[in-house]
């Protein structure tokens, strides 16, 4: 068995693969950090190398027919996150403020794709607004192909939360099923705490989401633009725009 999980970052992939990982007994690889685990890695076969049979990776990239094919040709089972976009972009400025200062730590050189406007800056800064007009569209695309292509089975990060094993249950059902204990065993296994005791470098990628927190903290200049400019994708990912 092989599964991917492709979908946009802070969407609950890490989640959702320790899960199916832990569920399943398949190896962890490593994903965006491989060059091989990619849409070129899959034209030229290194990723069908790199993935065998017994691994689980999540990835990126966006959908496209090609893609979704050739990973199915693996063959591979496609599962994709989905979370609330107003929470996701939240949670990716905190993430990308947490990167940035490990990176300096580590003395490497300057990130310098469009999320790096937002680096050092206040949520509500123009800069910051400024990326979600203009670059944030981009992650909602990603996660609304996969979710509406019919080829990945869909998780939602709010489900997760609210009903763990039962969520898992009908991913597993659809991909191969378990019983009951395997499945609240994984969940067990995959608890913040648990996952972090044994990985603690995932902390500053890894957290503890809330369902709901950008309520508390984004603004009414916020939700302005994401009406303005991603109202369509919002509601076409299934969430009501605020």
Request: aromatic share 6%.
């Amino acid at each position: 068995m092989r599964i991917v999980v492709v979908s946009p970052p802070r969407s609950g992939n890490h989640w959702t693969k320790c899960l199916l990982s832990r569920l399943y007994g398949l190896k962890s690889i490593g994903g965006e950090r491989s060059a091989a685990i990619n849409p070129r890695g899959m034209r030229n076969n290194a990723a069908a190398e790199e993935l065998r049979d017994g691994t689980i990776v999540h990835m990126h990239s966006r959908y496209t027919n090609r893609l979704a094919a050739e990973l199915e040709a693996l063959p591979a089972h496609l599962v994709t996150a989905v979370r609330d976009p107003y929470d996701v972009f939240l949670s990716y400025y905190r993430w990308v403020q947490t990167r940035a200062a490990k990176r300096a730590e580590n003395s490497k050189k300057a990130d310098n794709r469009p999320r790096s406007r937002m680096v050092g800056r206040p949520l509500d800064d123009p800069e910051v607004l400024a990326y979600l007009a203009e670059e944030f569209g981009v992650t909602m695309s990603r996660g609304n192909g996969w979710l509406h292509s019919g080829r990945a089975i869909p998780v939602r990060y709010e489900d997760l939360h609210a009903d763990p094993v039962g969520t898992l249950r009908r991913v597993s059902d659809l991909i191969q099923p378990v019983d009951q204990t395997a499945i609240e065993a994984a969940v067990a296994a995959c608890q913040i705490d648990t996952v972090l005791k044994t990985r603690p470098e995932l902390s500053h990628t890894v957290r503890s989401g809330k369902v709901g927190e950008s309520r508390q903290h984004l603004t009414e200049a916020h939700l302005q633009i994401f009406r303005d400019r991603w109202s369509d994708l919002i509601t076409s990912l299934g969430y009501p725009v605020r």
